[in-house]
């Protein structure tokens, strides 16, 4: 299964963009779905995520209230709307994908996500 992250650019502070993932030979609709980031010189880190059986969803911190995560399953993909956006946005954006019997607490750790996407990049400038 391989996965892809669109819809990253190059945007205002305060700008909106939406992200979208989307996989082949498959369909995402059977996993819970994770977002992560990296930016230069720093470590990967967890963004947001839907669960598959209840679709209850996960921020982080620094992104909450203004990303707001959703899934389409009939099209078997999954969105991150960004909202409000900063400089500290700014990261390349990996969709990820985990089984769905991912516990709560996992949720937020990338090593519970078992596919991962091609990143998108998203620049935040001020």
């Known amino acids: 299964v391989q996965l892809q992250a669109s819809g990253g650019g190059v945007v205002q502070v305060g700008d909106s963009l939406k992200l979208t993932c989307t996989a082949s030979?498959?369909?995402?609709?059977?996993?819970?779905l994770g977002w992560f980031r990296q930016a230069p010189g720093k470590a990967r880190e967890f963004v947001s995520a839907i669960r598959r059986r209840d679709r209850a969803t996960y921020y982080a911190d620094s992104v909450e209230g203004r990303f707001t995560i959703s899934r389409d399953n009939a099209k078997g993909t999954g969105y991150l709307q960004m909202n409000s956006l900063k400089p500290e946005d700014t990261a390349v954006y990996y969709c990820?994908?985990?089984?769905?019997?991912?516990?709560?607490?996992?949720?937020?750790?990338?090593?519970?996500?078992?596919?991962w996407g091609q990143g998108t990049l998203v620049t935040v400038s001020s």
């Open positions: 030979a498959s369909s995402l609709s059977a996993y819970s």
């Open positions: 990820a994908a985990a089984p769905p019997s991912t516990i709560t607490s996992e949720m937020y750790n990338a090593r519970a996500y078992n596919m």
